[in-house]
């Protein structure tokens, strides 16, 4: 059963001009953060409107996380509430995949067709009902008590993040002058989750980095951004990542491809050399 309640309400305005994927605000439902993401113009189609719940700041989770949850999109018809747009399913959200929803939630001929817009505005109500929650937030983020802190540049970091943190700070003094969050948990989970971009993109082997680590690394980005981190320096840093990890697959592919014909002659090779063998006997 669903609960009466959304757990969040979308409204977007001047939605038949908007063209660029829309992010809602955080919401939090059953202990966990989420945002909702839609595309007034589809996702891989041009017919239909595509939208997405997806968790939020994975990369502040511990690893391994992963959520069951059960969600419901209702893309309210503002003039006639019975006809609304409603869309349900299921899914496990965990590192790999931690968004789900619909490719082709609503055709965008009848959004104006059957009066979804009012002035045109969008609404669209959200249930999330989670269960089998594993991994909340990382010890790393929120360091316990027991752990040694040290303050840099108005952040708690741990002792073994000072270096990191200072390299950020002095080299990029900007990045954290006009920061929204004051409140000191929150503050540490996002100095928490800037480190650790930070980690993966600096300090980790190229061969190591995956796509789905990218791909965290990206909204973990747009998180931070969100909150006032001036970090176009770290973008720069992800795009030429991201365009030297396509390289490198592309040479493990031809490495791969190589190993075959490599077994293949090698196995031609074995083959003539028993028929060689053969016809000497005979």
């Given at each position: 059963?669903?609960?009466?309640?959304?757990s969040y309400?979308?409204e977007?305005?001047?939605f038949s001009?908007r063209n660029a994927p829309i992010?809602s605000?955080?919401?939090?439902?059953?202990s966990?953060?989420?945002?909702?993401?839609?595309?007034?113009?589809?996702?891989?189609v041009?017919t239909?409107?595509s939208?997405?719940?997806d968790?939020a700041n994975p990369?502040?989770l511990?690893?391994g996380?992963?959520r069951n949850?059960?969600?419901?999109?209702v893309?309210v018809n503002q003039?006639?509430?019975?006809?609304?747009?409603?869309?349900a399913?299921?899914?496990?959200f965990?590192?790999?995949?931690p968004n789900?929803?619909?490719?082709?939630?609503l055709r965008?001929t009848?959004?104006?067709?059957?009066?979804?817009l009012?002035?045109?505005?969008l609404?669209?109500e959200?249930?999330v009902?989670?269960y089998?929650?594993?991994g909340l937030?990382?010890?790393?983020?929120?360091?316990?008590?027991?752990?040694?802190t040290?303050c840099?540049?108005?952040?708690?970091?741990l002792?073994?993040q000072?270096?990191?943190?200072?390299?950020i700070f002095e080299?990029y003094p900007?990045?954290?002058?006009y920061?929204y969050?004051q409140d000191?948990?929150?503050k540490?989970?996002?100095?928490n989750?800037?480190?650790?971009?930070y980690?993966?993109?600096?300090?980790?082997?190229?061969?190591?980095?995956t796509?789905?680590?990218l791909?965290n690394?990206?909204k973990?980005?747009?998180?931070?951004?969100?909150?006032?981190?001036k970090?176009?320096?770290l973008?720069e840093?992800?795009?030429?990542?991201?365009v030297e990890?396509?390289?490198?697959?592309?040479?493990?592919a031809?490495?791969l491809?190589?190993g075959k014909?490599?077994k293949n002659?090698?196995?031609?090779?074995c083959n003539l050399?028993a028929?060689?063998?053969?016809?000497?006997?005979?």
């Open positions: 059963m669903w609960t009466k309640t959304p309400t979308m977007i305005n001047n001009q992010r605000n955080l919401f939090r439902s059953y966990c953060n989420w945002y909702v993401t839609v595309y007034p113009k589809g996702n891989g041009d239909h409107m939208m997405y719940l968790v990369l502040s511990s690893q996380w992963w949850a059960k969600f419901r999109f893309i003039s006639n509430v019975a006809r609304s747009k409603r869309l399913t299921s899914h496990t965990n590192e790999r995949k789900r929803g619909f490719k082709k939630a965008l009848k959004l104006q067709e059957e009066r979804f009012v002035n045109d505005k609404k669209i959200v249930y009902d989670a089998d929650i594993v937030l990382d010890t790393h983020v929120l360091p316990e008590k027991t752990h040694k040290v840099v540049n108005g952040f708690q970091v002792d073994s000072v270096k990191s943190a200072d390299i080299t900007e990045t954290a002058l920061i969050p000191p948990q929150l540490t989970a996002y100095i989750i800037l480190l650790r971009i980690e993966t993109l600096y300090n980790n082997p190229l061969e190591k980095i796509e789905t680590e791909s690394v990206s973990g980005l747009l998180d931070l951004t969100q909150a006032g981190f970090l176009e320096w973008r840093k992800l795009e030429k990542v991201s990890r396509k390289k490198l697959s592309g040479y493990e031809q490495a491809e190589l014909q490599l002659l090698e196995l031609m090779m050399k028929e060689i063998k053969l016809k000497a006997e005979s």
